[in-house]
């Protein structure tokens, strides 16, 4: 399964020029929910055979090939540190991103809605969060029932560059 | 508009890099016809294009050096240096207004007068230049009527076809027509004949640069036999096709595994067809290095005069091509090497003068293909590089002390250039000196996976050599298997591929746990690659399978490869094969076990991620035929990680510096076991043929000699020490040395460890047997002197019987020289055991040992300008006799006045005399080392006498 999200293409194009609102596609890791800004992500991908990467960090889960392409794979509860990283984790949902044109995907639980939200709900990063998350998030978004927290790609990505 | 303008840059920025190449040569050949009027009409050309595109400046420079060439064409001006650095002035003006343009969209402000000025006053011949010499021919009117090959003005025909080309080119500007209707009688770009740049440019001034365009204009009646094609174009064309390769790969692998189906006749021809497309793919993306050198001459000839030398820059191989992108990285890395070897190497017309050199210094660029590289070599033959003053700089930048710098070689310390920041220019110059420049360079090199070295000689000049792969994309891969992960290593480095049998001959063997393996007369130092890759064990379920020993065998640690026959053969029989990977990494070889081998593809390779581009071990990754994805292993970095001489440090040379190097032995792989007593003792493992583990019961005796069946023959055994104790029962280790069918067992007590080290013999040796003392490994080891033991053995190892223990007073206590330079010997021998008898022999002697296995070998050596003070060799031998050897040396090489020694083991006098008469000065026997060793010394120094001699004789 892989959604194809070519901005230039979507529906919602109208709204770039909204500086009202963002959009952002939800994901949930370890029951967490973040938000990654829509025109971030390339694909969303279902379970994949990924291959290992010996003597790789511990958070590359491996790589995988993507229409051609060798995407990889980085798992995110052990980057984030919600897990010990194992290596024998298997790939359940993957979110595709580019950077530095290369791609990356991050292996995920589960793909929520794409949500529109307003600016006057973003904050920015509580300054007590540990400092891994404050790396890698760009703000938090007030929703009516739980917080989300947005995902910064090019910096989490770079932050993996060991 | 912009297009146009675009269009014109390119053009004219190429021109004008033809122009000053034409220029310099035209320096060498004033008088070349052809030449001249293939320059003004270049010039010609951009100052047609420049009025056509409305700009004045460029314009009226180019017109005034028009002039100036037209009467260079003519032959009634002198063509001068003064005068053609005015020349390349102009263009240089040019050059920068163009530049202005580029940047800005329109021409720079600025003032040309004074330029002008000055191609006036030449062209009306009003600052007194010399008129035309007596080269030229034809009076300048007739040179104007009469069209030159070029055919530079143009006729109204021409003029007319010219039009009615304009007409029908794609040309959606109304104004490109109109400007051409207002002026006819501009001078609109010349008749399409002609060079290339030219040819392109009347459809080009008419129409944008469109890819569609493009393609129409290639029907057009004007000859293209070339075409222009935009980058990003070709670069998708290539990925394209890439993609394909490996769609067709995918499909290939399927029809192997259902062999039997219609698909299979169409997709052979599929298979031909996109192999034939890839190859012509690849061929657009080659260009020949010649561009890469275009700039230079112009480079040099500036340089020369800036610094008050005489340079000639020649080159060979400009037609070599390669990939486009290659090109552009290495283009500023040999500009910088070039202007180094004028700047530093090349020295100034007196010195070179007071050495007897010519005052001109010749830089020569070389470029050919070999083996899947373009090798680049840009030698001088100028001052060479300054030992001492790198030694010097060495020491102040702390890179090394003092006692390393003298334990290295004159290469090694060479290698130092490549260090940031070092330079031993005394002088910054504008062209180098900056000391930024040598490690840009090979890291640039080592970017595209090439390599860079260096060889040099004080007095004589130094030679660059660089190595770069031909293409980066596709490669030549071996698929191969460990712990079930698939992994490929590039073809290029595999050397062969073993396999290794649980038992008989191809064995792996263990020494203190460590895999080695015996190829051909070598021991293989072996890695695994589950064990390097820290990969899982393979499948419990697989163990369990084979028998139900396995438990015992999963409990303890050793891992699957472990080579300890009891447990492997028992809990799996699978593992009853491995593959051993030879691979080279320089001048090493060492093995990779692996489980499987599937077969050789070729990959696309596809740099791996950035996260991951420090892990050494890989090259990049890539897509197989069945869609998964691979790593592909990069057996440099293996080599590093296993502790192997690696590529930067210095110990990286040429093949030939290799074999040198390797030969020399500067590090012996040495083996040490005790015997007798607790002292540890070694012998150099090159010699030793085989490890053996022998049941005391199988040693038999006959005559006092002890023996055992070894290989369907007979061996001698003999304890290396009388105190070797030998029971009734239980095994011993032997050492085994062999030779063309002899072989001898050296008997015991126990194997410590492999280790490579310096011998550095600090005791000479008193008791029969040992050579001397050394420190291996922090101990006290004797050094077994192999050779005493094989002559006391009584076997016909030396056809005569010589118990004199080694050891005569002749040799240096400590095996340093004395100051002197050492001498060097190059030793020809086909057999690798005296090969390796003899070598630490004469260095512990106090010679510089190179030895060589067949006279070929030594002959290419001698042509890459190798020298020696003697040369040893022997006589019997496969390729080419000593004889037939010495002869060829005699008669046309550099070493005809090098002494030459013959060995043999046949020595009649008949012998004796065919060796003196072909050059051999004295005759050796083989088992008389000692008369070596004396002859030896004599003979270098009768020849360091005749030297002496002669020297004050010659002009020096």
């Known amino acids: ?162 | 508009m912009d297009d146009l303008i675009n269009e014109f840059l390119t053009e004219t920025n190429e021109s004008l890099d033809e122009l000053d190449l034409d220029l310099v040569n035209l320096e060498q050949n004033p008088n070349d016809k052809d030449l001249l009027s293939k320059i003004f009409r270049l010039m010609h050309t951009i100052k047609g294009t420049c009025g056509f595109l409305g700009l004045p400046r460029l314009e009226k420079v180019a017109h005034h050096a028009e002039n100036v060439l037209g009467r260079f064409r003519d032959g009634d001006l002198e063509v001068t240096p003064d005068y053609v650095t005015l020349i390349l002035e102009s263009i240089d003006r040019i050059k920068l207004i163009v530049g202005g343009l580029e940047e800005t969209g329109s021409e720079p402000e600025g003032d040309d007068s004074a330029l002008i000025e000055k191609l006036d006053a030449v062209y009306e011949g009003r600052d007194g230049g010399g008129a035309a010499s007596s080269g030229a021919e034809v009076s300048p009117k007739e040179a104007v009527e009469t069209p030159l090959e070029g055919g530079n003005c143009l006729t109204q025909e021409e003029l007319d076809a010219l039009e009615a080309a304009f007409q029908n080119a794609e040309g959606p500007e109304e104004f490109a027509l109109k400007t051409v209707g207002e002026e006819p009688g501009a001078d609109a770009p010349s008749a399409p004949e002609e060079a290339t740049v030219i040819k392109e440019e009347p459809p080009k001034a008419a129409a944008p640069a469109n890819d569609a365009s493009v393609a129409k204009t290639a029907e057009k009646p004007v000859s293209a036999q070339s075409l222009r094609v935009s980058v990003d174009v070709l670069e998708n064309l290539m990925t394209m096709v890439s993609e394909m390769v490996l769609t067709r790969n995918q499909l290939i692998q399927i029809l192997r595994q259902n062999s039997d189906s219609e698909f299979s006749v169409p997709l052979q021809r599929l298979n031909h067809v996109v192999s034939e497309l890839q190859e012509g793919v690849m061929q657009t993306r080659m260009q020949p290095i010649g561009n890469a050198w275009s700039k230079l001459p112009r480079i040099i000839r500036d340089l020369a005069i800036e610094v008050n030398k005489k340079i000639e820059l020649e080159m060979k191989g400009q037609d070599t091509e390669l990939d486009r992108q290659v090109l552009e990285l290495i283009k500023d890395p040999l500009t910088h090497m070039v202007r180094n070897s004028g700047d530093h190497g090349i020295e100034d017309p007196e010195t070179r003068k007071a050495a007897g050199k010519p005052e001109t210094g010749k830089i020569l660029l070389n470029a050919f293909h070999e083996g899947g590289h373009i090798i680049i070599q840009i030698s001088d033959d100028g001052k060479g590089l300054p030992l001492d003053k790198i030694k010097a700089k060495v020491l102040e930048n702390g890179l090394a002390t003092a006692e390393e710098l003298e334990e290295m070689s004159s290469n090694q310390i060479n290698q130092f250039i490549f260090n940031a920041g070092f330079s031993t220019a005394e002088k910054v110059t504008a062209v180098s000196g900056r000391g930024v420049g040598m490690d840009v360079v090979r890291t640039n090199i080592e970017k595209i996976g090439g390599s860079i070295d260096l060889q040099s000689m004080e007095g004589k000049g130094s030679t660059f050599t660089i190595k770069i792969p031909l293409t980066l994309a596709i490669v030549s891969a071996l698929i191969v298997e460990s712990a079930q992960e698939r992994f490929a290593i590039p073809q290029l480095a595999v050397r062969e591929l073993v396999m290794a049998s649980e038992d008989g001959e191809n064995r792996i063997e263990t020494i203190k746990g460590t895999p080695v393996f015996r190829l051909r007369d070598r021991l293989l130092p072996l890695i695994s690659l589950s064990d390097l890759l820290k990969l899982s064990p393979p499948d419990k379920k697989v163990v369990a399978d084979a028998s139900q020993e396995s438990n015992s065998a999963e409990s303890d640690d050793t891992p699957p490869e472990d080579s300890s026959p009891k447990i492997d053969s028992v809990s799996n029989p699978k593992k009853r094969h491995q593959y051993i990977v030879v691979t080279q990494v320089g001048n090493n070889d060492f093995g990779i076990i692996v489980d499987r081998v599937f077969d050789t593809e070729e990959i696309v390779v596809k740099p791996v991620a950035k996260i991951l581009r420090n892990i050494e071990m890989f090259s990049g990754n890539t897509i197989l035929g069945d869609g998964s994805v691979i790593m592909i292993l990069d057996p440099n970095g293996i080599a590093k990680h296993i502790g192997q001489v690696d590529a930067t440090d210095g110990a990286r040379t040429l093949d030939q510096d290799a074999a040198i190097d390797s030969a020399r032995g500067e590090k012996t792989s040495l083996l040490l076991f005790t015997a007798g007593n607790k002292t540890p003792k070694a012998v150099p493992l090159s010699l030793v043929a085989r490890l053996e583990n022998i049941d005391v019961s199988n040693i038999e005796r006959s005559a006092g000699q002890m023996m055992v069946q070894y290989r369907g023959k007979l061996m001698p055994l003999m304890p290396l020490d009388p105190r070797v104790q030998i029971g009734e029962t239980g095994e011993k280790p032997v050492l085994v040395f062999a030779d063309k069918g002899r072989s001898l067992g050296i008997i015991v007590d126990e194997i410590i460890d492999i280790t490579e080290e310096h011998i550095n013999l600090q005791l000479e040796g008193g008791q029969g047997g040992m050579m001397g003392s050394a420190i291996i490994s922090g101990k006290a080891t004797d050094i077994v002197d192999v050779g005493h033991f094989l002559q006391a053995n009584g076997s016909d190892w030396f056809k005569d019987h010589d118990d004199t223990p080694y050891g005569s007073s002749k040799d240096t206590t400590n095996g340093k020289n004395n100051g002197h330079a050492k001498k060097r010997v190059l030793l020809v021998d086909d057999s690798p055991f005296f090969r390796n008898m003899l070598t630490p022999l004469l260095s512990v002697a106090g010679y510089d040992v190179i030895s060589l296995e067949s006279p070929h070998d030594a002959l290419k050596m001698c042509d890459k300008g190798a020298e020696f003070d003697v040369i040893i060799s022997d006589i019997e031998m496969p390729d080419m006799d000593g004889f037939e050897f010495a002869q060829k040396v005699k008669s046309e090489t550099n070493w005809k006045e090098t002494p030459m020694l013959a060995l043999s083991s046949h020595a009649t006098p008949q012998d004796i005399d065919r060796g003196m008469s072909v050059g051999f000065s004295k005759y050796i026997a083989k088992f008389d080392r000692d008369t070596l060793l004396n002859t030896l010394s004599q003979t270098i120094a009768e020849q360091q006498q005749n030297y002496d001699l002669t020297k004050q004789g010659d002009v020096a």
């Open chain 1, 1 to 162: 399964m892989s959604a194809n999200a070519d901005a230039l293409d979507y529906e919602g194009s109208e709204n770039q020029h909204d500086t009202q609102s963002k959009e952002f596609l939800t994901i949930v890791i370890a029951g967490q929910r973040f938000g990654i800004p829509i025109l971030q992500v390339q694909d969303v991908l279902g379970e994949q055979t990924v291959t290992k990467i010996p003597l790789a960090p511990p958070e590359v889960a491996g790589s995988l090939n993507l229409r051609g392409r060798i995407v990889t794979a980085i798992d995110m509860r052990c980057r984030l540190g919600i897990e010990p990283c194992s290596k024998t984790t298997s790939s359940t949902m993957g979110v595709v991103v580019e950077h530095e044109n290369e791609l990356y995907s991050l292996i995920i639980d589960e793909v929520g809605d794409v949500l529109r939200l307003r600016n006057e709900s973003f904050e920015s990063t509580p300054s007590t969060l540990d400092s891994l998350w404050r790396e890698i998030s760009s703000g938090v978004y007030r929703l009516d029932d739980e917080l989300l927290v947005i995902l910064d790609v090019p910096n989490f990505v770079s932050s993996v560059h060991s």
